[in-house]
């Protein structure tokens, strides 16, 4: 992540009852939640040690008594009943104990193997395993930069310091509490209390850094630190706010799956409860969470059951960070989960390494929890979810981690609970050194908005990155500590005035925000940066500035606002109205252009007391009257008029022009119209003033060659028969004569149209196209190396062996006459082969997996390599190597191999072995101290004894000397052979 070790917040484990808004949790149908059935069930198969490294793993806080390691249970009463009304008697007689009560929930700690038996209480409706919390923070000493970036400065100087505010700090331990109220960082009378039973000093210190920044921004207000594990906890810290009337609350914890993140759930509730009922006003962090969040539809393109986190992958990788990966999976089916999904994490040889199968069959909450050890060496690591029954129309899943970001991750609605809760003010992360940009961006951590029921979160952005004495001089990274700094800075508004509710303390410090990104609230600054505003007056008296034009001032939150403008309206169009600051009294300027009402017959002006006047213009003023059919337009007596427009052009044929009053002058009607003759041609002649119609024999050209065509000016079209003999065309292409005879066209002779060709087939003639080809005398037979037909001898289907050469020596190459080419291999090839060049035991091609090495083996690139840059070593008597490839069928295998050594004595050596079956292995090399002259020699070896050969074949390269000092080298392996 960044410079240190970040913990992001609460990963809850167990299956969690939705509650609403404020109150008690809705019931339940289901007895036991899915991760308290995968702990029974396990405890059950393998015992309880099993079970209880399968919790440790899921991050529940395990307690020991008695030197038993017992598991937290969280126990909803029957209906009818509350926490106070059971007693621990059947809770001990399991070997337990009852460890904690609030208002809605019970603790219970119990051995692994009680589990089921637990369940089966009739006093309790719900049992689960509780929610976890972790920390939304990093690292960071001594006075934090906050204080001056946000505008605490001048509180303070004004004397504004938070005295008589009291705030809680609610986290997950206070280790370092003491010394840090022993160095001044916190005050005196700072209050610590431990609802989890084990040690206000123990887990973490995560809340110290936290309290530390509450003091640094209200150094006056007193400090309630309070350590939490669960929800019963979690109830009881409201509690306690509750009975102490303390206003303000800092929680910089998340929570997973104990509600779909839409302000459901017993985490959300118990905040919205505190917030809504007891008036507390609770800054809490947004989440660490946006690289380590996904969240989508279910989307299957190739239907074989499993998520699609993008396009056509089934597989999400995981990135390092952390070396216990956490991860948990829940959907939009709380109170009923009709989808059943499992979880999986595979290695990269594809292999599960972790895997979560709770049943989801309508009751059980919908969420699947997995963890597993992060080694670099099985990397990369994969999610993977599997349908295993049930409806994914409408299916909207997420997935959280603790301390891995994840490779499809989404940076939208990554909120864990309860920043999701609409009792708390979501405090988002900006980069300290970023902050006076013109636009810091959000650290690449800080969770976003919206809500999965899209309500805006965060609600506001606050430094990190600031200093304290718990993390030392790395600064303290994470929305842990831009939460606080936010609460801080309540407490001094609430300083300030003493009656400000929550409401009041949220609506200022999102109106005081500086606006960055999009304008307005947004889902990743909120209302903006924290910005606090120090009070400039007192009463409305502070702000009056005798000035009229700026209405009556009035004192808002301590800030000054001028109120509405007076209005200098005098009623008049036509004059300008405005309010002069210098004189404090209304003007009225006139404004001749908008008395203008368009006649240029009349002169038009504003009187600053009667509005718009107007008197008529000079008789003879140019003017428009808006008649295209007048001319010479002037104004007479203030009216504008002009005489007729002339529109005749004196010409025949357009006929007798008139004017329009809509277009001005039109054309007439052309006095020459159509004689009603087709064949002539009519025109109006201007020289002369008279219409002349000319016949066109072209156009009564019926087409016929033997007819003959004419135009008469009365009759029209006019036909008689062409002399006989005349050329023509019978429209027959078999005819060879075509003539007239009294008007008809007829044709004698017949088209011959044999081409002499015997491949073409027997030709014939068609009356419409002429000649046309004849069937093929040899159809196509899809043998490519034939030829379908020889017209040098009439013959069809003649095989040729040249049509099926490769050019390649090493193979007979044969036409057969219905199979096609034959191709018969003649030379061995090479079946499988290593140059040991890809610095893996998985290079190489041809072989069925890579190569199993064990001992003082290795691939290294000194001692001059036979070939590349790289060859193997084997040393002493343990190196190993061992492959295997698929040897059915091949013939005449030959294994062929390039080897040195170097340093052998007596009876040293080195063999090569090779195995049909991988169990009796048989020696067809040896190197001994008499050929260990460090020079490269070629090996190679048959084969041929070990036949019939198998399809799992194995070779084993295996060293036999003394110490480092005995050195065998091999290069360019290569398995050859017909097959």
């Given amino acids: 992540m960044k410079h240190c070790k970040v913990a992001i917040g609460v990963i809850g484990l167990g299956l969690l009852a939705a509650t609403g808004a404020a109150g008690a949790p809705a019931a339940r149908r289901a007895r036991i939640g899915g991760h308290f059935e ?15 490294e399968q919790a440790r793993g899921l991050g529940l ?48 700690l119990v051995p692994a193997g009680a589990l089921r038996a637990l369940s089966r209480d009739p006093n309790y409706s719900v049992t689960r395993t509780p929610a976890v919390p972790f920390e939304n923070g990093g690292l960071g000493p001594l006075r934090s930069e906050a204080p001056a970036l946000t505008g605490a400065d001048l509180f303070h100087t004004a004397g504004l310091t938070g005295v008589g505010v009291d705030v809680a ?18 005050r005196n009378d700072t209050v610590s209390i431990d609802y989890s039973g084990t040690g206000i000093e123990s887990g973490t ?24 594990s669960d929800e019963v906890d979690l109830q009881n810290a409201a509690d306690y706010l509750a009975a102490n009337n303390i206003p303000i609350a800092n929680h910089s914890v998340g929570w997973v799956i104990a509600s779909y993140y839409d302000d459901t759930g017993p985490i959300s509730g118990i905040v919205n409860e505190s917030h809504d009922v007891d008036g507390t006003f609770w800054a809490v962090s947004s989440g660490n969470s946006q690289r380590r969040h996904w969240r989508g539809g279910w989307t299957d393109a190739d239907a074989d059951g499993w998520l699609e986190f993008a396009a056509g992958d089934e597989q999400m990788n995981v990135a390092t960070s952390s070396t216990t990966a956490t991860f948990f999976l829940n959907w939009n089916q709380y109170g009923a989960s009709v989808t059943n999904l499992d979880f999986f994490v595979y290695n990269k040889s594809n292999v599960v390494v972790a895997k979560s199968e709770a049943a989801q069959t309508g009751a059980q909450d919908p969420s699947e929890a997995l963890s597993f050890t992060y080694q670099s060496a099985s990397a990369p690591y994969t999610i993977r979810v599997k349908r295993l029954a049930g409806p994914t129309a409408g299916l909207d899943m997420t997935i959280f981690g603790f301390y891995n970001d994840v490779e499809y991750f989404t940076a939208a609605s990554s909120c864990t609970d309860p920043a999701n809760a609409h009792g708390a003010f979501a405090v988002g992360a900006i980069n300290q050194v970023n902050w006076n940009l013109a636009l810091p961006g959000v650290e ?7 809500t999965n029921d899209g309500r805006l979160k965060p609600q506001i952005a606050g430094p990190d990155g600031t200093t304290s004495k718990t993390y030392g001089n790395v600064g303290s990274y994470g929305t842990s500590f831009s939460s606080p700094t936010t609460a801080g800075a309540a407490a001094l508004i609430l300083a300030q005035d003493g009656s400000r509710t929550a409401i009041d303390l ?6 005081w925000a500086i606006d960055v990104g999009a304008v307005g609230p947004d889902t990743v600054y909120g209302a903006g940066l924290l910005n606090l505003e120090l009070p400039t007056c007192m009463d409305d008296a502070d702000c009056q500035d005798a000035s009229m034009c700026n209405g009556f001032e009035a004192c808002v939150d301590g800030l000054c606002v001028n109120g509405a403008p007076p209005s200098c309206a005098d009623g008049l169009a036509c004059t300008t109205d405005t309010c002069n600051a210098a004189t404090n009294a209304c003007e009225h300027a006139a404004n001749h252009g908008a008395c203008d009402d368009g006649d240029a017959c009349s002169a038009d002006f504003c009187d600053v007391a009667l509005g718009c006047q107007a008197s008529p213009v000079v008789n003879g003023t140019v003017c428009n009257d ?9 104004c007479t007596d203030g009216a504008c008029g002009g005489g007729d427009l002339n529109c005749d052009d004196g010409l025949f044929c357009n006929g007798v022009e008139s004017c329009s009053r809509a277009s001005g002058c039109v054309a007439g009607t052309p006095p020459c119209s159509s004689d009603g003759v087709a064949c002539t041609t009519d025109a109006c002649n201007e020289a002369t003033n008279t219409c002349d119609h000319t016949p066109n024999h072209g156009a009564c050209n019926d087409g016929n060659d033997c007819s003959t065509d004419a135009c008469d000016l009365t009759l029209d079209c006019q036909t008689s028969p062409a002399a006989n003999g005349t050329a023509c065309d019978d429209g027959n292409a078999c005819t060879t004569v075509d003539a007239c005879t009294n008007g008809a066209c007829g044709g004698s002779g017949a088209l011959n149209c044999d081409d002499g060709a015997f491949c073409n087939g027997a030709e014939s003639c068609n009356p419409a196209s002429g000649c046309v080809a004849g069937a093929a005398a040899c159809p196509s ?81 000194t001692n001059t390599p036979h070939g590349g840059t790289r060859h193997l070593r084997l040393r002493r008597n343990t190196g190993v190597l061992t492959r295997a490839l698929n040897m059915t069928g091949v013939i005449s295998p030959r294994l062929q191999f390039w080897w040195k050594a170097t340093s052998f004595e007596g009876a040293e050596k080195a063999v090569v072995q090779v195995s049909p079956d991988g169990t009796t292995w048989t020696t067809v090399h040896t190197i001994t101290a008499a050929q260990a002259n460090n020079v490269y020699t070629l090996a190679d070896v048959s084969l041929a004894a070990f036949a019939p050969y198998s399809s799992n074949f194995r070779i084993r390269l295996k060293a036999q000397m003394g110490d480092t000092s005995d050195l065998l080298y091999y290069d360019d392996l290569q398995v050859t052979g017909l097959r």
Avoid at 73 to 94: H, K, Q, R, Y
Avoid at 506 to 511: G, P, R, V
């Fill in 626 to 634: 808006g008649d295209v059919c007048t001319t010479a337009d002037v």
């Fill in 781 to 861: 037979d899809g043998v490519v190396c034939t030829t379908d037909c020889n017209e040098a001898n009439d013959l069809c289907y003649q095989p040729s062996d040249a049509a099926c050469n490769d050019n390649n020596a090493c193979t007979s190459d044969l036409c057969h006459p219905v199979s096609g080419c034959v191709v018969t291999q003649l030379c061995a090839a090479a079946l499988a082969s290593e140059t040991f060049e890809s610095n893996n035991w998985t290079g190489g091609v041809g072989w069925r997996a890579g190569w199993t090495a064990a001992g003082d083996s290795g691939i290294i690139n």
């Fill in 205 to 228: 210190s995560h809340g110290v850094g936290v309290a530390e920044h509450v003091a640094d921004m209200a150094p006056g207000a007193r400090i309630h630190c309070i350590k939490v």
């Fill in 61 to 108: 806080k395990l307690r020991v008594r008695g030197g038993q390691t017992l598991i937290p249970v969280i126990l909803e009463p029957a209906p009818g009943l509350t926490p106070n009304d059971l007693n621990d008697v059947s809770i001990t007689n399991l070997g337990g104990l009852l460890d904690a009560r609030s208002r809605h929930y019970v603790r219970a």
């Fill in 38 to 52: 995968a702990l029974a069930s396990t405890a059950e198969a393998r015992g309880e040690a099993a079970a209880v």
């Fill in 444 to 450: 690449s951590f800080s969770s976003q908005g919206p």
């Fill in 506 to 511: 949220e609506n200022l410090l999102s109106a």
């Fill in 169 to 186: 700090v609610i986290d997950l331990g206070f280790i370092g509490l003491a010394a840090r109220i022993a160095e001044g960082e916190l």
